[in-house]
């Protein structure tokens, strides 16, 4: 397996722009997590879904933020407007969840620079 | 909700010395406790990690304990090398009713040949 495969792995916008980012998880998963990462705020989860129903999106920063996961191996996070203060690198990560916990597995990244 | 409090945020050690790094959890529920490095650039990637059923864990020349009733948890690495550099996080999650993996803030590891 490929492993978890974000796109693109760079993104420089203009602010007031529509972003999006890509996340295919690994095949057979049941999870997917969207983080954002940051130097100030470190590694803060976005939104998680679990079976591609939206479990807790309660770490979305603003309703300028949306996620959407149609079938079990695709995923995108929406930024409409992009400001400035959106510039993070954005990590989806997805994990076959068990009793007791399991492993997440890390996408490379996208770093989204908005100008 | 959960809450993952790490420290130090930084940790310089000399190359053969031991490093520890803690956290402590908000959630009784929380019952899975996995270690992420991240390297400059590059993804977090599990490195060790724990269940609430067990205390201790090691892996070579990484451990991680457990203290359910105190809500923390330690990771413990001996006879550190530069590779070991890096950023290194905890986190939390309740397991099956939820996946939902929350991280603390990181810490810096430093290794000085």
């Known amino acids: 397996d490929a492993g978890v495969i974000q796109s693109p792995r760079h993104e420089v916008t203009e602010m007031g722009q529509e972003v999006t980012l890509r996340c295919k998880p690994i095949?057979?998963?049941?999870?997917l997590f969207w983080y954002r990462q940051t130097m100030m705020r470190g590694l803060e989860l976005l939104i998680y879904?679990?079976?591609?129903?939206?479990?807790?999106d309660s770490g979305m920063p603003e309703d300028r933020f949306s996620a959407k996961m149609p079938n079990a191996s695709f995923s995108t996070l929406k930024i409409q407007p992009s400001e400035p203060r959106d510039s993070a690198v954005y990590f989806c990560?997805?994990?076959?969840?068990?009793?007791?916990?399991?492993?997440?597995?890390f996408g490379q990244g996208t770093r989204l620079t908005v100008v | 909700g959960e809450n993952v409090e790490q420290h130090p945020s930084t940790l310089s050690v000399q190359e053969g010395d031991s490093a520890v790094i803690k956290c402590t959890y908000s959630?009784?529920?929380?019952?899975?406790f996995p270690w992420y490095k991240q390297e400059l650039g590059k993804r977090p990637q599990l490195i060790i990690d724990?269940?609430?059923?067990?205390g201790e864990k090691k892996d070579q020349r990484i451990a991680v304990t457990l203290n359910k009733t105190a809500k923390h948890f330690s990771l413990h690495i001996t006879e550190t090398q530069p590779e070991d550099s890096a950023v290194y996080f905890c986190?939390?999650?309740?397991?099956?009713?939820?996946?939902?993996?929350?991280f603390g803030q990181g810490t810096t590891l430093q290794v000085k040949p």
């Open positions: 990560a997805s994990s076959f969840l068990l009793p007791g916990g399991t492993e997440a597995f």
């Open positions: 095949s057979g998963h049941n999870s």
């Open positions: 879904f679990n079976n591609n129903v939206p479990i807790d």
């Open positions: 959630d009784s529920a929380s019952n899975y």
């Open positions: 724990i269940r609430s059923n067990v």
């Open positions: 986190a939390a999650s309740k397991g099956s009713n939820t996946g939902k993996l929350i």
